[in-house]
């Protein structure tokens, strides 16, 4: 990669993500670059902690003179909370003193429930972290079960309770419908029992059952049915019904969120901007470059001992490949996509989309509709040809 690879694009947002790759045990369904502790004999939490200080020194080089502050900081895994306050608040604060931070900037830790209590969310709040995206999954007991999870039903609700108290004013959960043998009566109570933690933000995705997962050789054996895809476009419309009567606004299509609460590093994904992603497996995009670092966290830390890039390969992003991932991610959102980003080709198939139901088209900008967007990868292909 030429140095002046990373030349900023004007305007575009500046962020960055933390992979904290640990995990207390690994969910049946989960592919994530993560790891439970007994798989990495030997190699600390703390000590993946110091490789990443090594990395943002490293990324400070890079970008200096880009001048830029850092508008959305989001801490993900894995369980970042497996580490202590004071590692992932020094992290932070690293950043902060490397780049600085826009006033108001998001910045967002996942967490599982079981990992928190009061006095750690007080620390959070007090290390600058603003908003917590908390892994519900579901309300159901069975559910959780099936799907591995180590919490207990109602604990992501009391600890989105102790979050707010805490001064944490965007609390997020994640749920996930679809889990093999669930009823349309468990994924209800779920929504019910998330809404009832009032949320400013709820994701819900469907699950994906992906090739080499605990899960996939358990269905494959017949130990789990296969999950049913009518019955979990079901579950979407009943969570736009739900989340939407509660004033969440459907603004991606798998993400709710009071109006200003919407999660604003992921709309800089969405949006194409420009991030620096911390850790191992860890994507990056500035400019025109994409790299990915190496996954292993214990060749990451040796790399980065030796102050060398952790990174194992880039890509540079040609306008061809830039076009079809802004049409492809755009078209998620609610805002959607506005005619002149479309070509000729392009634009000739949304009168048959519009006459079947799938997409709107408002002044000059086309927009999933909901039953789109229970086909919107199916209308991506069609739009892109």
Request: net charge negative; aromatic share 8%; hydrophobic share 40%.
């Amino acid at each position: 990669m030429g140095p002046g690879a990373l030349t900023a694009v004007p305007g575009r947002v500046l962020s960055f993500y933390v992979h904290v790759p640990f995990c207390a045990s690994r969910c049946g369904y989960c592919d994530f670059n993560t790891y439970a502790p007994a798989q990495l004999p030997g190699m600390s939490v703390r000590d993946y902690v110091q490789a990443a200080h090594r990395e943002i020194d490293q990324a400070a080089r890079a970008l200096s003179g880009d001048g830029r502050t850092v508008s959305t900081v989001f801490f993900g895994g894995g369980t970042p909370t497996m580490a202590a306050d004071d590692e992932l608040g020094g992290l932070l604060a690293h950043l902060r003193e490397s780049f600085g931070l826009v006033p108001a900037a998001e910045i967002t830790t996942e967490a599982n429930p079981e990992t928190l209590d009061e006095r750690r969310l007080e620390n959070l709040r007090a290390a600058g972290f603003n908003r917590l995206s908390l892994g519900m999954q579901s309300g159901d007991e069975q559910v959780l079960a099936t799907l591995e999870r180590r919490h207990s039903p109602g604990r992501a609700v009391q600890v989105a309770s102790w979050a707010h108290r805490a001064g944490f004013d965007n609390v997020s959960l994640d749920l996930i419908y679809g889990a093999p043998g669930e009823t349309m009566g468990q994924w209800r109570a779920s929504l019910e029992a998330a809404l009832g933690a009032a949320p400013e933000h709820v994701s819900a995705y469907g699950l994906i059952v992906e090739e080499g997962t605990a899960m996939a050789r358990r269905i494959q054996h017949g130990r789990l049915p296969a999950p049913d895809e009518d019955l979990e476009a079901d579950k979407y419309l009943l969570a736009e019904s739900l989340l939407g009567g509660a004033g969440l606004v459907n603004y991606e299509i798998s993400n709710w969120a009071l109006p200003g609460r919407e999660a604003a590093h992921n709309m800089a994904y969405w949006r194409g901007d420009d991030w620096w992603g911390i850790g191992p497996g860890a994507h990056s995009h500035i400019g025109v470059v994409r790299w990915w670092n190496v996954k292993h966290p214990r060749r990451y830390a040796a790399m980065l001992a030796e102050d060398v890039s952790p990174r194992a390969g880039h890509e540079i992003l040609d306008e061809a490949i830039g076009h079809e991932e802004t049409v492809m991610l755009r078209l998620r959102l609610r805002e959607g996509l506005g005619l002149d980003e479309l070509t000729g080709a392009e634009r000739a198939p949304l009168a048959g989309l519009v006459g079947r139901g799938l997409v709107e088209i408002t002044g000059e900008r086309v927009r999933l509709t909901l039953a789109g967007r229970l086909f919107g990868d199916a209308v991506t292909r069609e739009v892109l040809g």
